[in-house]
């Protein structure tokens, strides 16, 4: 490269350098997480959060599970079962509106499709009031159903379904279920969905994340601390330390257990998530 | 329910089936449907009402309590409120301050992902992109400890170069960082899956032409994949102007972030501090028209013209 004519041009280490910065940005703070658990409160608040002696994660994450009567497994077991639950039943329904819009025409299923595509726009946060309001006029606030409810709901999922039923769905399989007379719900059931199933993964792994990391909505709706999902847990421990600090060792070790199950869903569906975000992102 | 007449399915008979023509697809679509209205439109609806009038007891709309409709009363009200208009103007600076920074460096590590120099492409994607895994609560909680004088190990690392910056005391930036860890890399792996998507004849062919990868990227790539920019350019508006978790956290640590910094936090304290429902459904819902008018904006000015591509591939 020394002769020739010099273009403005990058050398190998100079992109892969920023690179490794970049990546040094998104990873360190998880490695001070995964170090600070291991502390106590005195070397936690005294900064020693990077030397490896002083070896606290056995006795912080015994205190975790004694504090409160174990009330953060309770919080995590919801957050499980908020989001395990939630995310399949919200791909299944959004998976069989995606399919609807795929392969059936029925007169105004464009703009139907089009008032979904509103829904996607419209700020979350800014129903969760009038949600209360609601859910308190039901009778169902502060209630499991409160925070259950509305995580099923995900326009953009139904967006991404249909994309996938496109990609994914070829009209002769239908028609020949069609020739053998196989009924329209049998079809959706045992041909539609099994060819549709990468689609249905991918809207499980956004929306679990969605509802695990959801914060808002349960902080609006819930007043009883044996249904809160771990994030307002961790919002009210953290809310404690300002009075007593030997709640840092559990909101940190509490946040790095928080944190594995979509770190680990991540890394183990890779194929999945970015064929979601491809998706999403052609048209 | 569904009336079989023969002459609308003489028509369609090609490709809708013949049994209960809108039978399954009713069952099919009505879970969906239901939660859809049940969940976003009743309660956009319901805001509406709601911020045309005033409630005078907190009672949660059982019977005894007295509604007053005032039409654009709680709107003039919000749109008076000194800490209403700072929430707004905290978030523009936010925007303004975030999105370009956040697109910008998005870009740029798509691209330089993209281009052949990079390696262990898999890993570098999947290493930015894991922040995004994190809870934002967590990782508003992580950054503010590594804010905070004492706890912070980075802090103590630029105070021994001999530097002090006052993190907690400037929110602003605070935040933007909290919201660039989070969401760079969940679009750095949006821009690199559109680059990829990119016919490797149209860059061989800029390469012939003598561009070098700098140009090709500025001037080939960046306009081929604007579909994607427009639409990670859509929900990062719609996801900024909805800011609560971050300063929310920041909140009670950081005295420079009151309890209304954001239109969020103005609602949230007006309904659950104040009871005072009419006032922040009104701060919802000018929210939520600000988020509209921006996305229109935005799709707008990412709409393609056609005569100028034409042009530039000719």
């Not at chain 1, 273009?7 to 001070?32: E, F, I, K, M, Q």
Request: proline share 6%; net charge positive; with cysteine.
């Amino acid at each position: 490269m020394s002769g020739g004519p010099r273009h403005w041009s990058l050398s190998r280490t100079v992109v892969n350098g920023v690179l490794v910065l970049a990546t040094a940005y998104t990873l360190l703070p998880l490695g001070w997480l995964l170090t600070a658990a291991a502390k106590n409160t005195a070397d936690l608040l005294g900064g020693n959060t990077l030397t490896p002696d002083n070896f606290n994660l056995g006795r912080n994450l015994g205190e975790l599970a004694s504090t409160g009567d174990g009330i953060y497994f309770r919080w995590y077991a919801n957050s499980l079962l908020y989001a395990g639950l939630g995310a399949a039943l919200c791909a299944l329904i959004c998976v069989a509106a995606g399919y609807v819009f795929h392969v059936y025409t029925f007169p105004g299923k464009e703009k139907l499709f089009g008032l979904v595509l509103v829904g996607v726009m419209v700020p979350t946060t800014a129903l969760a009031l009038p949600m209360y309001l609601l859910a308190s006029e039901v009778g169902i606030v502060n209630s499991f159903w409160a925070v259950f409810l509305p995580s099923l709901v995900n326009p953009f999922g139904v967006y991404l379904a249909r994309v996938f039923c496109t990609g994914y769905i070829p009209g002769e399989v239908l028609e020949a279920a069609r020739v053998d007379g196989t009924g329209e719900l049998r079809t959706f059931w045992s041909v539609g969905l099994p060819m549709v199933m990468p689609g249905f993964v991918t809207v499980f792994l956004f929306q679990f994340t969605a509802i695990w990391n959801n914060f808002f909505l349960p902080l609006v709706m819930l007043s009883d601390n044996k249904l809160f999902p771990v994030s307002l847990g961790l919002f009210t421990w953290n809310v404690q330390t300002r009075s007593f600090p030997e709640y840092y060792p559990l909101v940190v070790t509490g946040a790095l257990l928080a944190v594995i199950p979509l770190i680990l869903a991540f890394v183990l569906l890779q194929r999945h998530w970015k064929a979601g975000l491809t998706a999403g992102s052609v048209k | 329910m569904t009336t079989r007449t023969a002459r609308s399915a003489t028509s369609r008979a090609a490709s809708s089936r013949r049994r209960g023509r809108y039978g399954a697809p009713a069952v099919l679509l009505a879970p969906f449907l239901l939660l859809f209205t049940a969940c976003t439109l009743v309660p956009v609806g319901y805001a509406i009402h709601l911020s045309l009038y005033t409630e005078q007891r907190g009672g949660l709309g059982f019977g005894g309590t007295e509604t007053l409709f005032t039409g654009w009363g709680n709107y003039a009200r919000a749109l008076k409120d000194d800490a209403f208009l700072e929430g707004f103007a905290n978030i523009a600076l936010y925007c303004l301050m975030y999105i370009p920074l956040m697109i910008a460096l998005a870009l740029a590590l798509a691209l330089l992902l993209d281009s052949a120099l990079a390696r262990a492409k898999r890993f570098f994607q999947l290493a930015l992109f894991i922040p995004h895994a994190v809870p934002g609560i967590i990782a508003a909680l992580i950054w503010m400890y590594l804010y905070t004088p004492g706890i912070s190990p980075v802090l103590d690392l630029l105070e021994t170069a001999g530097t002090r910056p006052d993190l907690l005391g400037n929110p602003l930036p605070a935040v933007v960082n909290m919201a660039l860890w989070q969401w760079t890399g969940y679009n750095v792996v949006i821009f690199y899956a559109a680059l990829q998507a990119i016919p490797r004849e149209v860059l061989e062919a800029a390469v012939v032409d003598g561009a070098g990868p700098v140009r090709t990227a500025i001037s080939i790539k960046m306009p081929l994949i604007r579909a994607s920019l427009a639409m990670v350019g859509l929900f990062t508006v719609i996801g900024s102007l909805q800011l609560f978790t971050e300063p929310m956290i920041l909140h009670g640590t950081a005295p420079a972030v009151t309890s209304a910094w954001t239109p969020n936090m103005y609602a949230y304290t007006a309904a659950f501090e104040r009871s005072d429902y009419g006032l922040a459904a009104a701060s919802s819902v000018l929210l939520a028209a600000a988020a509209a008018l921006l996305s229109f904006a935005v799709t707008r000015l990412a709409r393609p013209r056609p005569e100028s591509r034409k042009e530039r591939a000719a």
